[in-house]
């Protein structure tokens, strides 16, 4: 089973800086990686696949890098509506699919 | 639009069973990968199980293994999961989702709670 740690657990940001997130797999994951951000009381929505291609309808300031086993979402400037909890999840290695146990961004 | 209905999530002792359905529309359903993830009250996601366009391929998590099953109606566009011998850990908000090609999760439901207690 692949193992998926996120970075930091908690990220505290003002609003209009940038956010740096960090996911990493126990062994490669090829480009097989996804992200979803998850508000209270909300369904995951799906940010980015293939490690960096953004999902319809996902605004230019998410991007994702990274192949292998080290992974980054990006939040170029951060709007209100992205105070949430980000996952990653592999899908290269499976069963199971794997997630990360979560970023949560608050604001600072 | 696409739609995923999670519905069949109650309260039920430990022991009990319930069967979950997501009622799926605004895409060709019998052309996805179709998968439960559930979500412990403050805690992560979690895939539970996934089931092939056919339904010829099925898998589960370990710890539901025996327990759980997953399966589909692609004549009536309707996912399921039968949850037996429910243990409290099992404890959960469900939700429904497709897949392209066994690859990332998109959710469109709300999800259903599922109480696991005596």
């Known amino acids: 089973e692949i193992v998926m740690t996120q970075s930091p657990a908690t990220l505290s940001v003002s609003p209009g800086e940038r956010a740096t997130l960090s996911c990493r797999a126990s062994q490669s994951v090829s480009n097989k990686l996804a992200w979803y951000q998850q508000k209270p009381g909300q369904a995951p929505r799906l940010l980015i696949f293939a490690a960096f291609t953004r999902a319809t309808g996902i605004p230019a300031r998410f991007s994702g890098s990274g192949s292998g086993t080290e992974f980054t979402l990006t939040i170029s400037s951060l709007q209100s509506e992205d105070f949430a909890v980000y996952y990653c999840?592999?899908?290269?290695?499976?069963?199971?699919?794997?997630f990360g146990q979560g970023t949560t961004v608050e604001i600072k | 639009e696409v739609q995923l209905v999670e519905s069949g999530g109650g309260s039920v002792q430990p022991g009990g069973s319930l069967r979950l359905s997501c009622a799926a529309s605004?895409?060709?359903?019998?052309?996805?990968?179709m998968n439960w993830v559930r979500q412990a009250p403050g805690k992560g996601l979690e895939w539970v199980a996934s089931?092939?366009?056919?339904?010829?391929?099925?898998y589960t998590v370990d710890s539901v293994r025996g327990r759980f099953t997953i399966f589909r109606d692609n004549t009536k566009n309707s996912l399921f999961l039968q949850m037996n011998n429910l243990r409290p850990d099992d404890t959960a908000l469900y939700y429904c989702a497709r897949s392209w090609s066994a690859g990332y999760f998109e959710y469109r439901g709300r999800g259903t709670l599922v109480t696991v207690s005596s």
């Open positions: 089931i092939k366009q056919d339904g010829s391929e099925k």
């Open positions: 999840q592999q899908y290269n290695n499976w069963p199971p699919w794997t």
């Open positions: 605004g895409f060709i359903f019998s052309s996805y990968w």
